[in-house]
């Protein structure tokens, strides 16, 4: 991998001065305004924030395990990274979050709540987790768990939600997908940060490649609860509003509609273990 400039300089250049301005040119051009459809379709209004409180709860804990690891960071660079994701992550809370609270309006709850039901145990358990790995101050174990481990496996996933809200609510596809690009840099980064303060051998390396993996185990517990849900509320609000959903695609040039349930959610798996396993072994962590 080509060695990325991390410095607060070239980020600010190419992300808040470049890529969210032409994003915001977008986004006006969608215009913010909720469709009706949400607000007039029970079923479509519920998996919409429910949705959008599962990217809060995502959001919120990058944005905190993030914001973290600039404490812990053991040199300029690696802090200057810690500080962009921590900003990154809280702009894709805050865009989430507002979505959620325009999601609520519309069916006249004033105050926008995130439905902690949608917190698992499992995810529960992983974010406690990597609060502890924090607390204890390993800066690369806690970088692990957060930028391979937690959002190389949640990544893949921004660009099926993207596709999926597409049809019916285009401005927030538009904010998935904003978020998915900054997340492909935090990835990215991420493992060129982990490579450089790794440690090469020994019982520190034996011991990062274990944590990676029982959090990686924990991770598959996690997706294989909110995949087997999200793709199946997608499918009966897609069959309940089929013209709307006519031409969703769940991969590109294949359509919703046309998509076994069973399908989609092995599709989605396979997608995710192949980018994990790819991620893992470019951090030679496997
Ligand atoms: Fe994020
Ligand atoms: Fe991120």
């Known amino acids: 991998m080509a060695t990325p400039n991390v410095s607060i300089a070239h980020w600010t250049d190419r992300v808040p001065n470049r890529q969210w301005p032409k994003e915001d040119t977008e986004l006006d051009t969608i215009g913010a305004a909720l469709p009706p459809v949400i607000a007039e379709s029970r079923p479509l209004s519920e998996v919409h924030r429910l949705d959008l409180s599962l990217f809060a709860i995502f959001e919120e804990a990058a944005l905190r395990v993030s914001g973290a690891l600039t404490r812990h960071a053991p040199t300029n660079e690696a802090m200057y990274f810690a500080a962009q994701q921590t900003l990154d992550e809280g702009r894709h809370h805050e865009i989430f979050f507002n979505r959620l609270a325009d999601s609520c309006k519309a069916i006249d709850i004033d105050r926008p709540a995130i439905n902690d039901a949608i917190k698992t145990p499992p995810l529960k358990r992983f974010l406690e987790h990597c609060d502890e790995i924090v607390d204890r101050g390993s800066f690369v174990e806690a970088l692990v768990l957060m930028n391979l481990v937690f959002e190389g496996m949640a990544y893949p996933l921004y660009a099926y939600e993207q596709r999926y809200w597409k049809p019916v609510d285009p401005y927030l596809s538009k904010l998935i997908r904003s978020a998915f690009v900054d997340e492909t840099r935090h990835v990215n980064v991420g493992i060129y940060i982990a490579n450089l ?76 273990d192949k980018q994990h396993a790819r991620i893992l072994a470019r951090a030679g962590l496997k």
């Open 197 to 272: 303060h790794a440690p090469k051998s020994g019982s520190g390396r034996a011991g990062l490649i274990r944590l990676c993996h029982d959090a990686s185990l924990l991770m598959n517990e996690v997706f294989e609860y909110y995949v087997k849900k999200f793709v199946k509320l997608f499918d009966s609000v897609s069959k309940l509003h089929k013209d709307l959903f006519a031409d969703a695609e769940f991969v590109p040039g294949r359509l919703i509609a046309e998509t076994p349930y069973k399908d989609q959610i092995s599709t989605i798996h396979e997608s995710i």
